[in-house]
């Protein structure tokens, strides 16, 4: 399909195939969209082995490429994670329906009502990188809002996301859904995402999920609203007062439990207070855990034989088993940091004291900021949503993981009895 006519037809075609469901969509009962997903979820299930052999496929070909071992874990899928993905959907459906919830009543003086109610945004465009659970979240998620979706996902995950949309529609063409709700973009052409993103009058809002230059790519290519799920430059800041063996628990987790995620730690904070004491204790138990660590001259005259950072990486997104460390003089400096370094994604202090912990909640602007806990709870079946279509590190509509709620707006409809306006 390397065509620029044929994919433009192409893709215009998905989009209008995915406006005419959405409207079908709008209208259909809570108990029909959940009887959808539950059946999404048995057919994912029974596709197991086919899910799974189209991923060897997209391993084998990340492997001869080179990709790292975070990314290649990020790509992988086992009968756990596929488990997981079919959990997941039918937790969606066990939610509560967010659409036609009244969510402000107001009775004029005149008599008339207004009512602010929850809609459906329309047809949502997805694009992302890596992980094919992406593609039954964000599906499942916007089945249940009341939107129809587009699906594209990358090249190095393309048979697997491919196997599981073709699962997921034949799930809802059985059940005599509009299967059209889902639909996967099935070429790898970049083309293809430049001509999603001028179809403002079809697609209602665009989602990209993935590294920074996919990011700045569809943010200056869209003719659409785009939410952004950025990159995610997390830290955890050591405060003089923390429980130091509760935080080398917490870094061990923000750290090395999934390094190629986007709630993963990237820069590690140390209070020069305890300094001395903290970083060696950290670097042997970062070092049986093969992290390498890149430190600030501080940081460098305490741990001989690290690298040292240079001032790039501490806006670098690693994705990988490497650390940026920086003795810091206290919250104040630690926070200043974090907002001119980070990516407002999800930042952590571990402390003891109150007034430390109150102030750094205050001052760091990020989607999620935590106190003693770590970074890698930001998710949205971590937080209670179910599933979670991506996490935004904008400010307005949408800000940290994105549920059903985030997945609607809003409309007003005003009733009266032959009111007008003087």
């Known amino acids: 399909m390397r065509s620029s006519g044929k994919i433009k037809k192409y893709v215009k075609q998905l989009a209008e195939q995915a406006k005419d469901s959405s409207r079908k969509l709008a209208l259909m009962s809570a108990d029909h969209k959940n009887n959808l997903l539950n059946n999404i979820a048995v057919s994912i299930r029974k596709s197991k082995e086919i899910i799974l052999e189209a991923n060897k496929k997209d391993i084998k070909e990340a492997e001869k490429e080179g990709l790292s071992r975070a990314l290649i874990d990020r790509l992988l899928l086992d009968g756990k994670r596929i488990e997981q993905m079919a959990g997941g959907l039918e937790e969606v459906a066990a939610l509560d329906d967010p659409v036609g919830r009244v969510l402000n009543k107001k009775t004029r003086p005149n008599g008339m009502q207004i009512f602010k109610i929850s809609v459906p945004i329309g047809v949502i465009a997805v694009i992302y990188e ?14 249940k809002a009341g939107n129809a979706v587009i699906l594209r996902g990358g090249r190095e995950a393309f048979q697997s996301n491919k196997s599981i949309a ?27 995402v430049a001509e999603m993103l001028k179809l403002n009058s079809l697609i209602d809002l665009v989602i990209p999920r993935g590294g920074e230059s996919l990011i700045k790519a569809v943010t200056e290519m869209s003719t659409i609203p785009i939410i952004k799920h950025y990159k995610g430059v997390c830290h955890v800041f050591v405060d003089k007062d923390a429980d130091l063996d509760k935080a080398l628990k917490i870094i061990r987790n923000a750290k090395c439990q999934r390094p190629g995620v986007c709630n993963a730690m990237e820069t590690l904070l140390v209070d020069n207070a305890v300094s001395e004491k903290f970083l060696p204790l950290a670097a042997d138990m970062l070092k049986k855990e093969k992290v390498e660590l890149r430190g600030c001259p501080r940081t460098l005259k305490i741990l001989k034989g690290i690298k040292q950072a240079a001032d790039d990486d501490w806006y670098e997104e690693y994705l990988d088993l490497i650390l940026s460390v920086k003795v810091v003089d206290g919250v104040d400096e630690a926070v200043e940091h974090i907002n001119k370094y980070g990516s407002m994604h999800s930042d952590a202090i571990i402390t003891e004291n109150q007034a430390a912990a109150l102030k750094f909640l205050n ?9 003693n806990v770590s970074t890698r709870f930001t998710d949205g079946g971590q937080f209670g949503m179910g599933a979670e279509i991506g996490i935004s590190t904008d400010k307005i509509h949408a800000r940290g993981p994105m549920g059903l709620e985030e997945l609607n707006t809003y409309k007003y409809v005003i009733k009266g009895d032959g009111q007008i306006r003087d």
């Open 130 to 143: 890596s992980r094919p659970n992406v593609t039954s979240d964000s599906a499942g998620l916007c089945i």
């Open 166 to 192: 073709a699962c997921m529609r034949k799930a809802i063409k059985e059940c005599r859904g509009p299967e059209n709700i889902i639909q996967f973009v099935e070429t790898t052409e970049r083309s293809a």
């Open 363 to 371: 001052m760091v602007d990020s989607a999620a900021v935590y106190l």
